[in-house]
């Protein structure tokens, strides 16, 4: 099966998730770690987007959960700069480890005011987490997928995988655009183009 460079497969991802549940009970940097993989590769947020998250913008229960990305917390020129929502009720997984991590943050005195992510070493416990610190834990987070791979998946591609996974698994171009935040559905469709299926080989005939 080909391997797209800027893309995460879904085995990937998966293998990645499983590697990072393995190891965050033990480690709050693997928490740390799972939180910004999931907050890139299975919400589609931006690594500025991920930065000046805040608790407040979280909506983890209900029958409707989401992510409400802030009109100043997103790119562009800030007189086009939009909100948007991520709906959580498309992934459970990602909810529960959302809940978790908030649990986890709010027993350690975490406001609503304050930031998702953060330092999670004692001396620096809650300090924001700068956009190069974010690349350096994405790269962390997704070691087990092997080093040659680690160096083709930037943090973006957390981003990319995110559309293409979503319009794989059967989402519409316009559910997909309001999450990813896009002006046009064009930009979306483009995704259309990256999704990579296993089909038989069109030149194996039945007689062989």
């Known amino acids: 099966m080909p391997v797209a460079s800027g893309f995460m497969l879904l085995n990937e991802v998966l293998a990645v998730l499983r590697d990072l549940h393995k190891r965050a009970p033990r480690r709050p940097n693997k928490r740390l770690g799972l939180i910004i993989f999931r907050l890139s590769c299975c919400c589609g947020l931006r690594r500025k987007e991920i930065a000046g998250l805040l608790f407040s913008d ?52 975490a406001q609503p005011s304050d930031r998702v992510v953060c330092r999670v070493n004692k001396d620096r416990f809650g300090e924001p987490l700068t956009e190069e610190l974010l690349s350096k834990r994405w790269r962390t987070a997704i070691k087990v997928l092997g ?12 981003r990319r995988s995110f559309a293409t996974l979503c319009l794989e698994a059967g989402r519409s171009l316009v559910e997909v655009r309001d999450a990813m935040g896009h002006a046009s559905i064009a930009t979306t469709s483009l995704y259309l183009y990256a999704i990579i299926r296993d089909v038989p080989d069109v030149y194996v005939t039945s007689q062989q």
């Open 58 to 109: 979280l909506m983890l229960s209900g029958p409707r959960p989401c992510i409400t990305i802030r009109a100043d917390n997103t790119k562009g020129r800030p007189a086009d700069r939009r909100s948007r929502q991520i709906p959580l009720w498309w992934d459970r997984g990602t909810l529960e480890d959302l809940k978790a991590w908030a649990e986890w943050r709010t027993q350690r005195g």
């Open 147 to 158: 080093p040659e791979r680690v160096k083709q998946l930037s943090m973006h591609s957390g």
